[in-house]
T-cell receptor, first 113, second 114 residues
Framework: AQSVTQLDSQVPVFEEAPVELRCNYS??????LFWYVQYPNQGLQLLLK??????LVKGINGFEAEFNKSQTSFHLRKPSVHISDTAEYFC???????????FGKGTSLLVTP | KAGVTQTPRYLIKTRGQQVTLSCSPI?????VSWYQQTPGQGLQFLFE???????NKGNFPGRFSGRQFSNSRSEMNVSTLELGDSALYLC?????????????FGQGTRLTVV
């Protein structure tokens, strides 16, 4: 089964600065990839997904991610973060495509003034 | 359109007891999945039901079971609770079509075993 590695457990960043949250998956075979956000005491909300097609995926709240098959990566980016972006972010792969999600351990994004 | 509803939101149980958690998917969704979230293990897949049949199962002991009803509502049961079962249990439903092209999550049930 595919596994997902989120390379940073915590990312502190100042408000209005850019941010990149890194995610690598284990195989270059066909996959579906997702980024979810979790606010305290909440469930998961889908930010964006890659199923096929364009490798640059745009999501909600100004986030985007780039699928890189050769590097088996799916990094999440935002050009300018807000305090309200403080949350836990999870990268996930659907393996096999169309079935259950395997999640990374999560990256805690802390945005400070 | 109502989202995924999980009840109850919070539960406290004693070791050795059993517990049943409930999940109502988004109207029209036929796939329901369950996940366990703990600080140590992160998010782990428990099982998935589609049209009342378990389609996929994670690596959990037999104490964890589930079922899905004809209206797509799902229940998850944990028997003989252990302290390590304390976790946030998340339910997710997926749109018609059967594939996991997008999963919508509920707010979860936080289970504390004492």
């Amino acid at each position: 089964a595919q596994s997902v590695t989120q390379l940073d457990s915590q990312v502190p960043v100042f408000e209005e600065a850019p941010v990149e949250l890194r995610c690598n998956y284990s195989s270059s075979v066909s996959v579906y990839l997702f980024w979810y956000v979790q606010y305290p005491n909440q469930g998961l909300q889908l930010l964006l997904k890659y199923l096929s097609g364009s490798t640059l995926v745009k999501g909600i709240n100004g986030f985007e991610a780039e699928f890189n098959k050769s590097q088996t990566s799916f990094h999440l980016r935002k050009p300018s973060v807000h305090i309200s972006d403080t949350a836990e972010y999870f990268c996930a792969v659907s393996d096999p495509p169309g079935y259950a999600l395997n999640f990374g351990k999560g990256t805690s994004l802390l945005v400070t003034p | 359109k109502a989202g995924v509803t999980q009840t109850p939101r919070y539960l406290i149980k004693t070791r050795g007891q059993q517990v049943t958690l409930s999940c109502s998917p988004i109207s029209g969704h036929r796939s329901v999945s369950w996940y366990q979230q703990t600080p140590g293990q992160g998010l782990q897949f428990l099982f998935e039901y589609f049209s009342e049949t378990q389609r996929n199962k994670g690596n959990f002991p037999g104490r964890f079971s589930g079922r899905q009803f004809s209206n797509s509502r799902s229940e998850m049961n944990v028997s003989t609770l252990e302290l390590g079962d304390s976790a946030l249990y998340l339910c997710a439903s997926s749109p018609p079509g059967g594939e996991y092209t997008e999963a919508f999550f509920g707010q979860g049930t936080r289970l504390t075993v004492v």
